[in-house]
């Protein structure tokens, strides 16, 4: 009996997973070769998708990307000389890609099906809960703290500091809202995780329910991942069945369920506090802090909100421990952080190192340079709100503080790679529009500045003489200035990094001069 | 117009079923859009209604998010991704074979009512760019040739 396994992840989907498993089962059926094929999730090495597995006595030999038009071949091969298959990539552990790479929270990407709590408990699942729940709550809040996690959502607030507020905060209800929005372009770590591992996120949400002292959460995903909403309600029943979820969640004597809430297509409620809004049944706006959601959150009442990988972190710092967790990472970027490579790329997936390794290593290392094999141009780090990074700058470590000292920020982790054929005055007009158009309208230059903005970059491409042309650039650095210190929130604020970056990088693609300081 | 009343069944079963559900209002808008195809414009007194709202906060409501319409969908809807890292790897020429091919702005719907186009903006796809969400399929690393197979596919569908 042949055991093979092919992922069931919505992306390898998308590259045919589905026909190339559909036709390995109608194969083997015709050449009478009794098969088991699993379905299981990604290793995020996705330009290696539809990527098969045979699972063999030393370990797990790879097949990709294939074609439904692979499979007889591929099964010839099984049947004799498997290694000389073209596709065969050797032991899949071995591939250098993923070889470096630390997976903490992706450890189990690849290897278990989504839905097998079989699977889940073979490979550590619920022994943080069950450390938490012997530990209690205030001891699980400062094993958090100790850990140095910081929010994965963008912000990196230090979530410690969130627990133990939401903990200490008199109420008789609470609430743990897990943000799955992942608006951003360029990041999927969110959705590989939840179509890929949903009971990690479901143990993490418990044991932060229970430390905090809610009896109720929510995760509210974006309308977009139809199949990481499927798979979280199926794990939601399944987890519920067997205890981890309910009256006697974990066995802990305390109730914690959960639920699944659906967005409708904005991006500002990724915004926390518009998130919240949306939940409630309202437009998503943003509203002002304070009062802190960790005082005054959903329904009025304290909430915990994080990001999915933040809570998806905690499993492992209750079980490893704090001091485990620390140890990966640099200055106070600690522990791992999923990056996610997209764009112009040749290697594009998923990669999951502590803090510190550079942007170049990312993107030439395990990237492999742009797709299309034309010259780097830049990369877009941290989604639609970060700045263009030009090559110059990509030895700067991956780390929150080396980010934000350079005028970027890492934000959720993705990193888009551009080569030079992208314009990056297209870019900066997109910026402008996208924030017109996902706005919440609260304030006036997020809602009203980025359609001027829009005009402007229009008026300064179309202009022909070097003095309009410089007019308007002026124009535009002081409408960035406006919409970086007068918005209440970081998408009017920070629609000024992506543009203010090409500009400064790029002048030449606005139609403006080059000076030497500029470069 | 189709007539509305036809809907009122599945308005009604899902405000029962939903209405006391703290924060019901998205999950009622997307009971109905998921029924009916879209938000009929009766449903939106029965849901006021039903939650003590005005009906200015519902419509509000309806119209700040992108996912809901009120008016019944194309036979198929084609949303095809023109975020950042899909831009990178040539969306604005798809989107342009689009235009030219189905004769329709980002937003429109073909003449024959056979197919409507939505731009969205990132479906968790970009490690392997450009991708579109057809019918709520995903389709990654398009090509020219494969988008007009996809559209192909659509029209002829249509025709028969
Ligand atoms: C415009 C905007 C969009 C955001 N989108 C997201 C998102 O999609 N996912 C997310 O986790 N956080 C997003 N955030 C950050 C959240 O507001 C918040 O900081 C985060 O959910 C807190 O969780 P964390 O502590 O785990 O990072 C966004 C913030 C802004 C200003
Ligand atoms: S900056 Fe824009 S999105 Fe943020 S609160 Fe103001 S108007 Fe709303
Ligand atoms: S940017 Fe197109 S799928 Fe993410």
Known sequence: MLRLCIPCDSVARAVGAD???????????????????????????????????????????????LTAADVPSVLDALAGNAGSHPLA?????????????????????????????????????????????????????????????????????????????????????????CNADEGDSGTFADRMLMEGDPFLLIEGMAIAGL???????????????????????????????AGYLGANAGGSGRAFDLDVR??????????????????????????AKPPLPALQGLFGLPTLVHNVLTLASVPIILARGAQFYRDFGMGRSLGTM????????????????????????????????????????AAQVGGPLGAWVPPAQFDTPLDYEAFAAMGAMLGHGGVVVADDSLDMARMARFALQFCAEESCGKCTPCRIGSTRGVE?????????????????????RDLCDTLQSGSLCALGGMTSYPVASALKHFPADFGLQTSEADQ | MPDETLHLPLIHSVLEREKDTPGALLPILHAIQDGAGYIPDLAIAEIAHAL???????????????????????????RLCRAESCQSMGAERLAAQLREQLELDD???????????????????????????????????????????LVNGCLEEGSC
């Not at chain 1, 079989?118 to 205030?138: M, P, T, V, W």
């Not at chain 1, 809610?214 to 399944?238: C, F, H, K």
């Not at chain 1, 112009?344 to 999951?352: A, F, M, S, T, Y």
């Not at chain 2, 709202?53 to 194309?74: C, K, M, N, Q, W």
């Open chain 2, 52 to 78: 003590n709202l005005s009906l200015a906060e519902v419509r509000g409501v309806i119209s700040f998010y992108h996912d809901f319409r009120t008016t019944p969908p194309a036979r198929h809807t084609l």
């Open chain 1, 456 to 476: 402007v970059v229009d008026r300064l491409i179309a202009s022909t003489n070097a003095a309009a042309r410089e007019e308007q650039a002026e124009l535009l």
């Open chain 1, 262 to 287: 659906v967005g409708a297509g904005a991006y500002i409620c990724g915004e926390e506090t518009a998130l919240l809004d949306s939940l409630e049944g309202k437009r998503g706006t943003v509203r």
């Open chain 2, 107 to 149: 937003h429109g719907t073909s003449a024959d009512g056979q197919i409507s186009l939505r731009p969205v903006y990132c479906l968790g796809a970009c490690a392997c760019s450009p991708a579109l969400e057809l019918d709520g399929r995903l389709h990654a690393r398009l090509t020219p040739e494969h988008l007009r197979d």
């Open chain 1, 19 to 65: 026909e190339v498993a559909d036709s390995l089962l109608r194969e083997a059926e015709r050449r009478q070769l009794p098969i088991e094929l699993l379905r299981t999730s990604s290793r995020g090495l996705y330009w290696l998708e539809p990527l098969l597995e045979l699972e063999g006595p030393e370990g797990r030999l790879g097949f990709g990307p």
């Open chain 1, 211 to 241: 430390a905090v002292g809610a009896s109720m959460g929510y995760v509210y995903v974006r309308s977009e991942y139809p199949d990481a909403i499927d798979t979280l309600n199926q794990a939601l029943r399944i987890a519920r069945e």
């Open chain 1, 338 to 377: 999923p990056f996610q490579l997209a764009g112009n790329i040749r290697h594009g997936g998923l990669v999951e190192r502590a803090f510190g390794l550079t942007l170049r290593e990312l993107v030439e290392g395990y990237g492999g340079g742009t797709a299309s094999g034309r010259p780097l141009k």
């Open chain 1, 89 to 177: 990539l050797g032991p899949v552990e071995e591939i250098p890609y993923l070889k470096s790479q630390q997976r903490l929270l992706f450890a189990r990407a690849g290897i278990t099906r989504p839905l097998s709590l079989e699977d889940y408990r073979a490979r550590g699942g619920f022994e943080g809960l069950d450390r938490a729940i012997a530990l209690g709550g205030e001891a699980t809040v400062a094993a958090v703290l100790d850990s140095g996690l910081r929010g994965r959502g963008g912000a990196a607030f230090p979530a410690g500091i969130k627990w133990r507020t939401v903990r200490e905060a008199g109420a008789g209800q609470k609430y743990v809202v």
